[in-house]
């Protein structure tokens, strides 16, 4: 712990500067709420200061609440004393900002009387995503400062803005160029020579024309519709409109009830479930402490098509640089040139400037000779599905790779251990299993062998972290964690169009429950052909079933791939996304299905989510059970950050004991008796627990496959 204390007040002259100094990112925890307190009691009681200015030290402004204090008693009582006292000290406050500001942060900063902000400063209130509304005073002085439709735009955006933005909002005063604290200073004389004075938030009135009926009305319109199945939103609004009608006071007090009963839903529960699963899966429990990681100064990549080009971005994206290699010189420069359309369209949306764009295109370099990647710290595979020429490829990199380097294929199905077997140097193989599109989507799947070393697995972890990935670790078997899962949920979709529901019926029950995108939907735009492919060749893996998956091989017979030509399950219009009902594709669903004898039945959009849910969280059960997964939340992450499962609903395993192991048991036994045992087997754990009368979250506890 440094000797620095976590709050100190110095003096420039007439002016006390409270400085927060609590690494990394100032978060607002008990020390630091009890050191601001204790500095802001110290300035009231001193009659020599004529304005303050509060700054923090390090990367940002407070970066936000302790999210480690969510669950224990609540603090808003204790934040609403420190935020007042703040407020009504009887000389100028000016609050400097930079970093990143987010929720309790920014309520910090609209505590004080002014608020100036360094111009890469982002600010924002993202507690909707979290299931609960700003509960430090955020929903009566936001309004007040900015105006209600204002402030609900950027409750319920829940994406900070920049300075820029924050300045025209009226939620910075200025933007300081140069020396923040300087910078500050110099504003906060500038005002006092002025003869201004203290402006306090919550002494001001919400301007009428930004709080109208109409614009309440549509606030929870976008409420409802941003924020399907939650309440936060709704709630977010219900409370900004009390700062419209309801003295200050009264106003807080409002807030603090709401936010408490916001704290108890499920959907708070969830996201708050979410956020700690991606803490925790960084931790890889049984690696020897004084295990280190490899550098990561250099890389390579071979295969240079969609996965390749994808995951060679990450590697520049990060300051890597990457050497991508391929057997086919068309495929190399077809490579090059998507990845620089990639980076242009970048340039296009203002996310990097071309400077940018030139230095990243530089960290990439394209070759047709293995001899390249001798200087790689770490090579990712990403050719062809195909485990002979995928063991040809590592036992020549085992050839060309320099000692401890470490060997990575991004195979989505072949045994790990094989390709490993391939090489001399078994400890230094894992698989880094990207998802597509490789430099956009969050997760990675870090794959260990038997064999893998601890400090190839060290390594692998921090590359995930310099990636900017969320990594899950994972054994090996058919699927890993994510495409294992999928297997029995999407089976059942592609069951129920062929017993007659409409691709449309399907996506919708799945997006209305809470899914990102419907699973069909999903498979129009990974392309028919790659499903196909993969059910081609891991035939023998599967339940000797005649319909499985058989919608898309019928659409595939009938030249459907998905979006790259146009049609599957729905079909676009040429260079749109959107996906139209197509009775071509229900015809030919239809014809599989007279001519495999599939029985029609109607599904109500509750069966359709049931078919879908329960075998993906049973096998999450069997994964948990074999080990595939360290802990019960891995397999929340997985879901969450790769495959589209609401955040709010926790991840499946913690979606299970939401609805009650029981009722996913009773449920399995229900569709094994109208469709037979081949699919609807319950996992040997989810009996087990059933009959204990426990929980999987006290099941991980307990085996220690939990947080
Ligand atoms: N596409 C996805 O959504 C996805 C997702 C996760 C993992 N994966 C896995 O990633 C890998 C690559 O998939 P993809 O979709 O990028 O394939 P792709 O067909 O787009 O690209 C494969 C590339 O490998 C190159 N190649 C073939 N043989 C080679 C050799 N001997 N040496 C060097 N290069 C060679 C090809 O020229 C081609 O450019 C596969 O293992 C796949 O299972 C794919």
Redesign the pocket.
């Known amino acids: 712990m440094s000797s620095i204390p976590v709050a100190r007040v110095e003096r420039e002259a007439e002016l006390a500067l409270i400085i927060v100094h609590s690494p990394p990112v100032n978060t607002i925890d008990a020390r630091v709420r009890a050191g601001l307190s204790a500095a802001v009691q110290e300035i009231a009681a001193d009659g020599t200061v004529s304005g303050v200015l509060l700054l923090c030290e390090g990367r940002t402004f407070f970066s936000g609440a302790d999210m480690g204090e969510f669950s224990g008693p609540p603090r808003e009582e204790e934040y609403r004393q420190l935020l007042n006292g703040l407020e009504t000290l009887s000389v100028p406050v000016v609050a400097a900002m930079h970093g990143t500001v987010l929720g309790g942060g920014l309520e910090i900063a609209l505590a004080c009387h002014y608020r100036v902000a360094d111009s890469a400063t982002r600010l924002g209130m993202p507690e909707v995503t979290l299931g609960i509304i700003p509960g430090a005073g955020g929903t009566q002085r936001l309004p007040r400062l900015i105006g209600a439709k204002q402030a609900l735009e950027l409750i319920l955006s829940a994406r900070p803005v920049d300075a820029a933005r924050a300045h025209e909002l009226g939620l910075v005063d200025a933007i300081i160029s140069g020396d923040l604290r300087t910078g500050a200073a110099a504003y906060l004389r500038t005002l006092l020579a002025a003869g201004k004075s203290v402006r306090r938030t919550g002494e001001m009135i919400v301007p009428a024309a930004t709080a109208t009926a109409e614009i309440f009305e549509r606030a929870t319109e976008q409420a409802r519709k941003q924020y399907p199945n939650r309440s936060a939103g709704l709630v977010a609004v219900e409370v900004v409109r009390a700062a419209t009608h309801m003295p200050f006071a009264a106003g807080l007090e409002y807030e603090t009830q709401r936010v408490n009963e916001c704290k108890q839903s499920g959907e708070s529960k969830g996201a708050v479930h979410a956020f700690f699963a991606e803490r925790e899966a960084r931790r890889i429990p049984g690696l020897p402490q004084d295990v280190q990681p490899g550098p990561i100064e250099a890389a390579g990549v071979?295969?240079?098509?969609?996965?390749?080009?994808g995951i060679a971005i990450c590697f520049a994206d990060a300051g890597i640089p990457v050497t991508l290699?391929?057997?086919?010189a068309s495929?190399l420069e077809?490579?090059v040139g998507t990845i620089d359309r990639t980076y242009r369209s970048m340039v296009d949306r203002g996310r990097i400037g071309s400077e940018e764009k030139d230095r990243r295109m530089q960290r990439i370099r394209s070759s047709l000779d293995y001899g390249d990647l001798g200087r790689a710290d770490v090579i990712v595979?990403?050719?062809?599905?195909d485990i002979a020429?995928?063991q040809?490829?590592f036992r020549t990199l085992d050839a060309v790779a320099k000692p401890g380097a470490v060997l990575a294929?991004?195979?989505?199905?072949?045994d790990i251990e094989q390709i490993a077997a391939a090489t001399g140097r078994a400890h230094d193989v894992l698989g880094l299993?990207?998802?597509?599109p490789?430099n956009v989507m969050p997760l990675l799947e870090v794959v260990r062998t038997t064999k893998t070393s601890p400090a190839v697995i060290r390594t692998a972890m921090d590359l995930a972290k310099a990636l900017r990935k969320t990594a899950v670790l994972a054994r090996v078997c058919y699927g890993f964690i994510g495409n294992r899962m999928m297997e029995g949920y999407a089976r059942e979709a592609e069951r129920m169009v062929l017993e007659g529901a409409t691709p449309r019926a399907i996506d919708s029950a799945l997006e209305g429950w809470g899914m990102a995108m419907g699973i069909l939907g999903v498979f129009d735009m990974?392309?028919i052909d790659?499903g196909v492919n993969?059910h081609i060749a891991n035939a023998q893996r599967f339940p000797p079933d005649p319909t499985y998956y058989q919608a898309d091989f019928a659409l595939h017979e009938a030249g459907r791939l998905g979006q790259k030509n146009g049609k599957g399950y729905y079909r676009y219009e040429p260079g749109s996304r959107t996906r139209i009902d197509d009775p071509q594709a229900v015809e030919i669903l239809r014809a599989r299905a007279r001519s495999l004898r599939v029985a029609p039945r109607a599904h109500s959009e509750r069966e359709i989510v049931e078919r879908c849910l329960y075998p993906l969280l049973n096998e999450g059960l069997r994964i948990l059970e074999e080990g595939v997964a360290l802990r019960a939340s891995d397999i929340d992450v997985v879901w969450t950050s790769g495959y589209g499962f609401p955040r709010y609903r926790g991840g499946p395993m913690f979606y299970a004991d939401t609805i009650g192991l029981p009722v996913l048991l009773d449920g399995m036994h229900k569709y094994r008796d109208i469709f037979g045992p081949m699919h609807w087997q319950p996992a040997p754990l989810l009996v087990q627990l059933v009959e204990q009368g426990r929980t999987i979250a006290q099941w991980a506890a307990e085996s220690g496959a939990g947080r």
Do not use: Q, W
């Not at 071979?302 to 080009?309: D, R």
């Not at 290699?325 to 086919?328: E, G, Q, R």
């Not at 299993?433 to 597509?436: D, E, N, Q, R, T």
């Open positions: 071979v295969g240079a098509g969609t996965m390749g080009c290699l391929d057997a086919n495929a077809r490579a595979e990403a050719v062809f599905e020429l995928k040809g490829i294929t991004n195979t989505s199905t072949l299993h990207f998802f597509s490789a990974a392309g790659v993969v």
